[in-house]
């Protein structure tokens, strides 16, 4: 993995300042993902910052090798009154490498006048993209 974040007591916050993170998968086999949000944990810009997350899979991996993994309820990615703006490269060789992947509840959202970006992009697999069935606020 490259940049994993998980538990209900793992919390990056930020007041009035922007959050930055970018991961990059690396590995063989399969779950190489480049940023994996789980479990809970919660990443928040609680003033006027932004959240940007932008994550690759690795490419020398098999399946499920994820740009952006965002998963499990209570886990969130929000801005009080800044933008969120989520890029993700899915790479490897199998199935399911997706740009960007939310799953079971997880939740991500921008208030205020922020907006929310989701920018999933295409790794070497051609099919790789969005992949949720989650809400976005």
Do not use: C, W
């Amino acid at each position: 993995r490259g940049v994993f974040l998980d538990g209900t007591g793992t919390t990056l916050t930020s007041v009035n300042g922007d959050i930055s993170i970018i991961g990059q998968g690396a590995g063989t086999s399969f779950d190489n993902r480049g940023i994996y949000i789980s479990g809970g944990a919660k990443v928040k810009a609680t003033g006027s910052g932004n959240v940007t997350l932008d994550g690759t899979g690795s490419a020398a991996g098999t399946d499920y090798n994820y740009g952006v993994y965002i998963k499990q309820v209570d886990t969130e990615v929000s801005a009080a009154s800044g933008a969120v703006a989520i890029t993700g490269h899915g790479a490897g060789s199998g199935t399911d490498n997706y740009g960007v992947h939310m799953y079971d509840f997880a939740k991500v959202a921008a208030a205020g006048s922020g907006r929310l970006l989701k920018r999933p992009a295409a790794g070497v697999k051609a099919a790789a993209g969005l992949k949720s069935r989650e809400r976005f606020r």
